[in-house]
């Protein structure tokens, strides 16, 4: 070693000639203060467990969504202005449609990595709204919203909310004939609800649909007001997460004062960052191999073009199964009407809401248990929890397989009317069966060694 | 002379050598008589059809359809001398489709003509129709080479097709397609499940050409789109629209069937799953671990 | 305030360097890791320079991505050695004292107000009422729906048109089809679209009360937007003389006033009456009868 080196390193062993890292951390004292807080919290501890990462892969979507998404937002125009197509997509040459879908059109046939950003920003979508339905059920399976989490629970409740608007919002903008129709259908959700329905419909879409500037409307909302909600809320549920630590299971050294697991600095972060890139990597993998909304073969939205094989995208497939599923019982009240899709389409959706926000306050009606608690249960530690649960999530996978059921019934050669009407049975029995199951098991056996 | 007459109708004159016309009138005549027998059942049974060269409408050069099972139409008489093609054509698929593609019981007629600026041209949609055969026609794959494939394929487009569907391309299709035809079939093609326990096929394994017979013909469920409802030069557009959907470009990757958000949803379903083992696989040492 | 960190596990020095001791961990993963990196980020750039395709550019790019994660994810998992600390949870101030006293602390800091009742009362409604005074901003979003919901673009004598403006003519249609159609010079009229058929003279076809002169020489048509949520009604089953929504099923029989037989509508198909002029097109006698497309509240 030279000399020159040697006295450097024996510098800094000893404190004469600070490290690059001292140098920083004076730097940061200097300009900021507060260096007694930075240095415990480099310390800040986070509990080990594979259940814990469900959150961050919905936050590391939202990041990608919104790296991807201000690509996109460069190239697309939000406007119905009608233009006649002559770009590299020969099939629809000659073909009037709105400049919003022919943006989309040139992205992915002409922008460079146009398309592979559109997919990837596609795929992160559904890979949020699931991580987040995901990230609910572990909390909610584990007892993470009693105190003082309540609020907390709230936050993502609607964050969940919030996502899944902005997703309806996200793949509605390139005005293409499927997301077109499902905005048909949201229009006429709409208008069914009672005194201020059509008036509601009217003046948030503009008019009778279809309208022009539906798009135009939707592109503010989807780019900058949801996002900013979403960043705002996201920012508070981190924010208390780590003001009053996150919770941990049940293990040797663990208990309502005393938390175990790794320093924030260095594994906690270096593992952190690492599953960031991991899931970036995973997400543009997919949007590279796998395609994802050809808009090109759907065509442009059209009122007068359908479709067959129609959903929205995965996570508002329960909404479209209650949709097929309930019967068309209009009701006549003299001279006003109550269509019959309000009922699965505007009153279902506040019947599975309702209790979700208020389930804190439900579980401890049923529990009268007002501790402040930081150590979490098993699942099965509360049976009649876990069998609510496994009802109400068995309720919304059925509706979910409703939602696509003309598309089962062609790829597996099974009858339609068939299909709808085993549905129609399976909603109704299939829960309190699941339900009565899983109670009767968790009873018997533990299941921690799942989570643990 | 009828033979010019119904080829002029409409259309106006076409300019031609000394020679051409002079072959044209040695084949009008033979066409006559071919014409008068295949005509004269349907002209006997059909119901009125419009003048056509009267139709105000552009694209309406109507092809007078008045019953589902004869299907008289106007047809041009070869106009070049015949080649191989034509000795092909004539061994092997006149006696469906008639000497010079006039149609009959069984098949429809051939009265299409490559619109000059599409690029692959109606030979594109009969050499598959040959070579793999259709719903009710047979495969030609045994006893006719590629070779001889290509060369009827080329005879019929450019022969016996009618130049009224010389404007046909395939965005036209397309949007015709999306209006009358994606409601069961999916603007993907793919088909789609129909609510009284049938399903309408998917018309990508078929040859596109097998959509014209089924537009003409109509199949079981599916009523006919002919006539009135579409024309000629329509159906041709629709025919190289599905086309395209059977070569359905795929730029993005695969396409996981072509069936929409549903199986989309799933596979995102794969990627969660991916995921949560990244995040078991992590955790994994430390999740034991005692302070 | 954190304990001491403890190390567990065998001797985690420096991993992957010295004498390979019962703890040594290899460092290779993390070092292939960072080469495949190295060559996604290259081959990225390459194929975007080269215009390579979407598979090409996006394959290059989610190695290096994936190729530095696992890098990092080992490094935190396997390399960083296995420190696990304890700490405390930070302890909520539940005690009733402290709580009175932050009860006591709010209600002081606000006194100044709270003190002088009237003023207090005239702020909360003055503030309320302006509040709700903003909600008619709402109003500039859109119109109110008036009429739009229950007209649609024919009138009395308008003349039947197919989608490219093709008049329809008593000769138009046969058995076993069907056209989509649309009023003269209304071609892209969402809440016009129809579709015509020709079943009237079915054995099979039961005329409603009042309709009796709506279908003349069989020609029959039905409003196109499903009753249920707006999509057009595309499917025409022939043998069974059904139209079916794509969108949830809905399915109407066309031999009985397009009344809704299965699926989720539950109000049939509006029809138009027909009439055949001098010249023999096809004409609309009036408007629909009845609001087309899904229900509303105040329909009747």
Redesign the interface.
């Not at chain 1, 997509?89 to 073909?95: D, E, F, I, K």
């Not at chain 1, 419909?201 to 309208?211: C, M, Q, Y």
């Given at each position: 070693m030279s000399e020159h080196r040697l006295k450097k390193s024996l510098g800094r062993a000893f404190g004469a000639a600070p490290s690059p890292a001292r140098r920083a951390a004076r730097w940061l004292d200097r300009n900021l203060g507060g260096s007694s807080i930075l240095r415990?919290e480099l310390?800040h501890?986070f509990p080990?467990?594979?259940a814990?990462?469900?959150g961050?892969?919905a936050l590391y979507c939202f990041i990608v969504l919104v790296v991807t998404g201000i690509f996109l937002a460069l190239f697309f125009h939000a406007s119905q202005a009608i233009v006649v197509y002559h770009g590299s997509?020969?099939?629809?040459?000659?073909?009037p449609m709105s400049d919003a879908y022919s943006s989309v059109l040139d992205l992915?046939?002409n922008v460079?990595?146009g398309?592979?950003i559109r997919?990837?920003h596609h795929?992160a979508a559904?890979?949020f709204v699931?991580?987040l339905i995901?990230h609910l059920m572990r909390m909610f399976f584990t007892g993470a919203y009693r105190r003082?989490r309540r609020i907390n629970w709230l936050i993502g409740l609607s964050l969940l909310l919030l996502v899944g608007f902005n997703g309806l919002m996200g793949y509605s903008l390139p005005d293409d004939?499927?997301s077109g129709?499902g905005l048909?259908?949201a229009?006429?959700?709409t208008?069914?609800?009672?005194?201020i329905?059509?008036?509601m419909?009217?003046?948030?879409?503009?008019?009778?649909?279809?309208?022009t500037g539906i798009i135009a409307?939707i592109y503010p909302v989807h780019i900058f007001l949801l996002p900013a909600a979403i960043a705002g809320l996201l920012g508070a549920h981190l924010g208390l997460l780590w003001?009053?630590?996150h919770t941990e299971f049940p293990?040797?050294?663990?208990d309502?004062?005393?938390?175990?697991?790794?320093?924030m600095v260095?594994?906690?972060?270096?593992?952190?960052?690492?599953?960031?890139?991991?899931?970036?990597?995973?997400?543009?993998?997919?949007?590279?191999?796998?395609?994802?909304?050809?808009v090109?073969?759907?065509?442009p939205f059209?009122?007068?073009?359908?479709?067959?094989?129609?959903?929205?995208?995965?996570?508002m497939?329960w909404l479209?199964g209650a949709?097929?599923?309930?019967?068309?019982?209009?009701i006549?009240i003299?001279?006003?009407?109550?269509?019959?899709?309000f009922w699965p389409a505007v009153v279902l959706p506040g019947l599975i809401f309702t209790p979700l926000f208020l389930w804190p306050w439900l579980d401890w009606l049923a529990m009268r248990d007002n501790r402040?608690v930081?150590v979490l249960q098993f699942p099965s530690q509360r049976p009649g929890r876990m069998a609510v649960g496994a009802g109400f999530f068995t309720f919304l996978t059925v509706l979910l397989v409703g939602g696509?059921?003309?598309?089962?019934?062609?790829?597996f050669?099974?009858?339609?009317?068939?299909l709808?009407r085993t549905l129609q049975v399976l909603v109704i029995v299939l829960p309190p069966l699941v339900a009565a199951l899983t109670y009767a098991i968790a009873r018997r056996r533990s299941v921690r060694w799942l989570v643990? | 002379m009828v033979s010019l007459w119904l080829v002029q109708r409409g259309r106006g004159c076409r300019r031609v050598s000394a020679a051409a016309t002079a072959a044209r009138l040695g084949l009008c005549a033979a066409s006559v008589l071919i014409l008068a027998a295949a005509l004269s059942p349907a002209v006997a049974s059909a119901s009125s059809s419009p003048a056509p060269s009267a139709s105000a409408s552009p694209s309406a050069v109507a092809t007078p359809i008045a019953t589902l099972t004869a299907a008289p139409i106007a047809v041009q008489a070869p106009v070049a001398p015949a080649g191989p093609g034509a000795d092909i054509f004539a061994a092997n698929c006149s006696g469906c489709h008639g000497a010079v593609g006039q149609g009959g019981v069984v098949a429809p007629s051939l009265p299409y003509r490559p619109p000059p600026l599409a690029p692959a041209g109606f030979a594109s949609l009969v050499a598959p129709m040959v070579r793999q055969g259709g719903i009710q026609m047979p495969s030609f794959a045994r006893q006719l080479t590629d070779a001889q494939i290509q060369q009827v394929a080329q005879y019929v487009s450019q022969q016996i097709a009618a130049p009224v569907a010389r404007s046909a391309n395939a965005s036209d299709g397309g949007q015709i397609f999306r209006l009358y035809c994606a409601g069961c079939h999916s603007t993907t093609g793919r088909g789609g499940a129909m609510a009284r326990g049938r399903n309408a096929p998917d018309i990508s394994q078929y040859p596109a050409a097998e959509a014209l017979a089924a537009m003409i013909l109509g199949r079981g469920d599916m009523p006919v789109f002919a006539g009135h409802a579409l024309d000629v030069r329509q159906q041709t557009s629709v025919a190289l629209y599905v086309d395209v959907l059977v070569h359905a470009p795929s730029p993005g990757g695969a396409g996981l069937g072509y069936l929409g958000p549903v199986p989309e949803g799933a596979v995102g379903a794969g990627a969660l799953l991916i995921l949560i083992f990244i995040a078991v696989w992590l955790a994994w040492k430390s999740r034991k671990a005692v302070p | 305030m954190s304990a001491d960190p403890r190390q567990t596990g065998g001797p985690a020095g420096p991993a992957g360097r010295g004498p390979r001791g019962p703890g040594w961990i290899p460092t290779w993963p993390a070092t292939v890791g960072l080469l495949i990196t190295l060559a996604g980020a290259i081959g990225f750039a390459v194929s975007f320079v080269r215009d390579a395709s979407t598979q090409w550019l996006g394959g290059f790019l989610a190695a290096a991505l994936l190729g530095i994660g696992l890098a990092l994810a080992y490094w935190g998992r396997d390399l960083a050695g296995d420190e696990v600390i304890s700490g405390p949870y930070p302890v909520p101030h539940e005690d009733a004292e402290s709580r009175a006293a932050l009860g006591d602390a709010l209600d002081q800091s606000v006194q100044v107000i709270t003190r002088r009742h009237f003023l207090t009362k005239m702020l909360v409604f003055a503030g309320g009422v302006f509040a709700l005074s903003q909600v008619v901003l709402l109003g500039a979003l859109g119109p109110r729906p008036k009429n739009s919901l229950r007209t649609t673009s024919w009138r009395a004598g308008s003349r039947i048109v197919t989608f490219d403006g093709a008049p329809v003519t008593r000769d138009t249609l046969a058995a076993g089809t069907f056209l989509v159609a649309f009023p003269e010079g209304h071609t892209d009229s969402a809440d016009s679209q129809i579709t015509l058929l020709r079943i009237g003279g079915d054995p099979q076809f039961k005329t409603l009360a009042g309709r009796e002169s709506w279908s003349p020489e069989g020609y029959v048509a039905y409003s196109r937007v499903c009753t249920h949520a707006g999509c057009p009604v595309a499917q025409y089953e022939d043998q069974a003389k059904v139209l079916v929504c794509p969108c949830h099923q809905s399915t109407f029989d066309l031999m009985n006033g397009a009344q809704p037989v299965a699926g989720p509508a539950g109000r049939p198909l509006p029809q138009l009456p027909l009439a055949i002029d001098a010249q023999g097109n096809l004409t609309a006698q009036s408007d629909f009868t009845l609001p087309i497309g899904p229900g509303f509240w105040n329909e009747g």
């Open positions: 415990e310390r501890i080990d467990s594979w814990f990462f469900l961050e892969i997509y020969h099939p629809l040459a000659g073909v992915s046939w460079r990595a398309l592979l997919q990837v795929w559904l890979v699931a991580a995901i003082p004939l499927l129709t048909r259908i229009f006429s959700i208008e069914s609800i009672p005194f329905g059509p008036t419909a009217s003046v948030l879409f503009g008019g009778e649909f279809p309208t409307r003001l009053q630590r293990g040797p050294g663990r309502d004062r005393t938390m175990v697991g790794s320093p260095p594994q906690y972060a270096l593992r952190t960052t690492g599953y960031f890139l991991l899931l970036a990597g995973v997400l543009t993998a997919f949007g590279a191999l796998l395609q994802i909304n050809p090109w073969l759907y065509g059209r009122a007068t073009d359908a479709t067959t094989s129609a959903q929205p995208d995965w996570y497939g479209e949709v097929r599923m309930f019967p068309g019982w209009d006549q003299g001279g006003f009407l109550l269509p019959a899709i402040f930081n696509g059921d003309d598309v089962f019934a062609k790829a050669g099974w009858s339609l009317p068939v709808l643990s | - | -």
